[in-house]
């Protein structure tokens, strides 16, 4: 099966600024899809972001955007200008066409806004 | 997209009983998907739920356990039985949708149900 690891059980950043968390990931295959997902305290998992892997150009939605690596198996997500909204555990997710189109997560980056 | 709610949000029940979690979507999918989210860890697949047939559960997890049902397009129930303070957790239900028109699907989720069991 198909592993996904975040290194940063919990990251901080000041409010305005940028911030980095860090998903990579394990697998054979060459199609696949990524995804970042952020879960308020209110429980309610959001998309934030997908990368298809046959896609090489970098998903961008306002101020997220993803560093995909494919080679690398690397999948980060910056946050820019960083607001107290954002605050949240940050989830990243592999999804695969072959096998069920199940999502495998990982176990998620704990990100605190500081004022 | 696709809007999902969850009912109960959250309940608090006594060891052996069972409790039933309603899934709603407001529009017509496929493939539905019951989560398991322990507290402070991420999300564990408990069963995909295709309208029609059985559901299919994950490893470590039994229909006996954790009975499906999806009568629907837009529905769906889990059952967890005969409950133990183990299975305090919150549940999310998923569904696949488009992201927007013309791309693949996208998993989105309801709410959750906060379970705990005394």
């Known amino acids: 099966a198909q592993t996904v690891t975040q290194s940063q059980p919990e990251m901080s950043v000041q409010e305005a600024e940028t911030v980095t968390l860090s998903c990579t990931y394990d697998?054979?295959?060459?199609?696949?899809?990524l995804f970042w997902y952020k879960q308020p305290p209110s429980r309610q998992m959001i998309l934030v972001i997908r990368?298809?892997?046959?896609?090489?150009q970098n998903a961008t939605e306002n101020r997220f955007s993803v560093n995909f690596q494919k080679a690398a198996k690397s999948f980060s997500l910056k946050i820019s200008d960083s607001q107290l909204g954002d605050a949240a555990m940050y989830f990243c997710a592999y999804r695969s066409p072959h096998t069920g189109n199940q999502f495998y997560f990982g176990t998620g980056t704990s990100l605190t806004v500081i004022p | 997209s696709a809007v999902i709610s969850q009912k109960p949000s959250r309940d608090i029940c006594q060891r052996g009983t069972s409790l039933t979690i309603q899934c709603q979507v407001d529009?017509?999918?496929?493939?539905m998907f019951w989560y398991r989210q322990q507290p402070g860890q991420s999300l564990t697949l408990i069963a995909t739920a295709n309208q029609g047939s059985e559901a299919t559960y994950e490893s470590g997890f039994v229909i006996d356990k954790f009975p499906i049902s999806r009568p629907n397009l837009t529905f769906s129930t889990l059952t967890v039985s005969n409950m133990s303070p183990e299975d305090s957790s919150i549940y999310l239900c998923s569904v696949d949708a488009p992201l927007d028109e013309g791309s693949t699907d996208t998993q989105y989720f309801g709410p959750g149900t906060r379970l705990t069991v005394l």
């Open positions: 697998t054979s295959e060459s199609d696949y899809y």
């Open positions: 990368q298809e892997a046959y896609k090489q």
């Open positions: 529009s017509q999918v496929t493939m």
